[in-house]
Nanobody
Framework: VQLQASGGGLVQAGGSLRLSCAAS????????MGWFRQAPGKEREFVAA????????YYADSVKGRFTISRDNAKNTVYLQMNSLKPEDTAVYYC???????????????????WGQGTQVTVSS
């Protein structure tokens, strides 16, 4: 599946952004979708994930309570609503897709096969 992320930009601390990731090329059905981010000089880290069924959502501790992941399966799109943004949220954000993941591996980037190109989020203090 091909993924196209969008919605990044420059925002002041305390502000909000909504990222979108549109999937194409194959059926969206059954895919687990995740968001990861990578700041300069740092490793890529897990942000959030949501299975096809939307039965659960998973978050990194650093974003829990501020970010919300959701998906619209009819539109083949996954979203990341980011509120109360902090300068440390500055990074390139990537969406990723996987056909099947065991719950214990949902936070590992190695579990995801398909990746979008990334969208820059910059939070100024």
């Amino acid at each position: 599946v091909q993924l196209q992320a969008s919605g990044g930009g420059l925002v002041q601390a305390g502000g909000s952004l909504r990222l979108s990731c549109a999937a194409s090329g194959r059926t969206f059905s059954g895919y687990v979708m995740g968001w990861f981010r990578q700041a300069p000089g740092k490793e890529r880290e897990f942000v959030a994930a949501i299975p096809w069924s939307r039965s659960n959502t998973y978050y990194a501790d650093s974003v829990k309570g501020r970010f919300t992941i959701s998906r619209d399966n009819a539109k083949n799109t996954v979203y990341l609503q980011m509120n109360s943004l902090k300068p440390e949220d500055t990074a390139v954000y990537y969406c990723a897709a996987a056909t099947s993941i065991i719950t214990s591996s949902i936070r590992s980037s190695n579990s995801y096969r398909d990746w979008g190109q990334g969208t820059q989020v910059t939070v100024s203090s």
